[in-house]
C-alpha cells in the first residue's frame, strides 16, 4: 500500500463530511436524538457521517472491512478502516464546538495510519506509519516539557460505567496537584491530536473504545511521543485504557496512575 496516497484520499474524504457536519450543526435539534444507552447519544448525523465514509473508504480500499461506532459495514481478517465519524457527539448535540472525524487504517493489529480533522477549528490532523505526522499540511511534534510539573493534560470522565469513580477520582485528585492544569475537551481524538501537536504534554482515560483512539495514537507515535496502557500488557487500541504522552513525562506519569489504578480485569 502507497500510504502517503492513501493519506492524502482519506484527509480528501475527512474533509468533505467535516463541510456536512458544519452545515447541519447550523440546523441540528434535540428531536433528532437517540440514546444507545446510559449518556451514549447518537444523532443523524453521525449515522449519515458514517455511511459516507463507509462508501468513500470502500473505493479506496474494496478489501478492508471496517470497525465503525455506529456498526456500518463488516470487519474482516486482517485489514479494516476505524472510524468515529463524530468524536464528540455531546458535544455536538449542545452546541460546544469541539468535535472530530477520525479515520484509520489497521492491518493485522498495527496501526497504518490515521486521520482526525477537528471540526469547528478546520484543523486536520495525518500520519502514516513511518511518514510523521502533519496538521493541516505542516509537520508538528509533541512538546519538550519534561517535568510532570510543567505539563498541562488532558483526560475524560466516564459518563456509564462508574465503577471505577473513586480510583479514577484519586488519580484525578494527585495529577491536579502534580500538573499545571488538567483539561476536558469532550473529544479523546482531539485530546491525542493537541498531544501531538505539542497542545498537551499528555493525555489518559479509560473506559474508550478503538474507534475513538486509533487515528489519535499513530498521530502521537509519529508525532515523536508515546503511547501505552495503564499497565504495560494493555493495548491502547483496544484494551479500553490509555495513556499518551511527549516520552518525556510518560514513566513519571505512569508511576502516579499505578499508584492510584488498581482495576483489576
Known sequence: MELKQLTEQVTLLS????????????RFTDASVESKSLNNLV?????????????GLRMIVPEAGFIAEEGTGEQVEGLNWVIDPLDGTTNFIHGVPCYCTSVALIKDGEIQLGV?????????????????????????????????QDS?????????????ESEYMDLLR???????GIRR??????????????????FYEYGLN????????????????????????????????????????????????????????
Not at 470522565?157 to 465503577?163: I, K, R, S, T, V
Open 185 to 202: 475537551l469532550g473529544s479523546a481524538a482531539a485530546d491525542l491530536a493537541y498531544v501531538a501537536c505539542g497542545r498537551f504534554e499528555a
Open 210 to 265: 478503538s474507534w475513538d483512539v486509533a487515528a489519535g495514537v499513530i498521530l502521537v507515535r509519529e508525532a515523536g511521543g508515546k503511547v501505552s496502557g495503564f499497565h504495560p500488557s494493555k493495548d491502547p487500541v483496544f484494551d479500553e485504557e490509555i495513556v499518551a504522552s511527549n516520552s518525556a513525562i510518560h514513566e513519571e506519569l505512569l508511576e502516579v496512575i499505578e499508584r492510584n489504578w488498581q482495576r483489576q480485569d
Open 152 to 164: 498541562l493534560l488532558a483526560t475524560g470522565f466516564p459518563y456509564d460505567d462508574f465503577g471505577f
Open 174 to 180: 494527585e495529577l491536579m496537584h502534580r500538573t499545571r
Open 15 to 26: 474533509k468533505e463530511i467535516a463541510a456536512f457536519i458544519r452545515e447541519e450543526s447550523h
Open 116 to 148: 482526525v480533522l477537528e471540526v469547528n477549528r478546520d484543523e486536520c490532523f495525518s500520519a502514516w506509519r513511518g511518514g510523521g505526522a502533519t496538521m493541516n499540511g505542516t509537520p508538528i511534534a509533541v512538546s519538550t516539557r519534561n517535568q510532570l
Open 43 to 55: 444523532s443523524y448525523v453521525d449515522k449519515v457521517a458514517e455511511q459516507r465514509f463507509v462508501d
